[in-house]
Nanobody
Framework: VQLQASGGGLVQAGGSLRLSCAASGRTFSTYNMGWFRQAPGKEREFVAAISWSSSTYYDDSVKGRFTISRDNAKNTVYLQMNTLKPEDTAVYYC?????????????????WGQGTQVTVSS
């Protein structure tokens, strides 16, 4: 599986962005998909995940502001980000994994996209 993330950019605090992650391969619908982010000088952290059956799981820091979704017909997963804050600034990565349960652990994901920069100005 190859993943291509897009949709990042510069936005003011309170604004919105929608990230997309396009996947190659005909088995996309069988994978759990996750979004992670990494700010300068910090470790990569979990943001949200969606299972093959569209169950979702969010980090507390984004719950109520971000929404993860998927379109299996388009082999794409989305991250709608609303009410953005300066602390959301990071490179955002999408990932695909085949573990039995949704996970916030990066090691549970087998494939990673290249990342897209999100910058939120105050």
């Amino acid at each position: 599986v190859q993943l291509q993330a897009s949709g990042g950019g510069l936005v003011q605090a309170g604004g919105s962005l929608r990230l997309s992650c396009a996947a190659s391969g005909r088995t996309f619908s069988t994978y759990n998909m996750g979004w992670f982010r990494q700010a300068p000088g910090k470790e990569r952290e979990f943001v949200a995940a969606i299972s093959w059956s569209s169950s979702t799981y969010y980090d507390d820091s984004v719950k109520g502001r971000f929404t993860i979704s998927r379109d299996n017909a388009k082999n794409t997963v989305y991250l709608q980000m609303n009410t953005l804050k300066p602390e959301d600034t990071a490179v955002y990565y999408c990932a695909a994994g085949s573990s039995r349960y949704l996970s916030r652990r990066p090691e549970q994901y087998d494939y990673w996209g290249q990342g897209t920069q999100v910058t939120v100005s105050s």
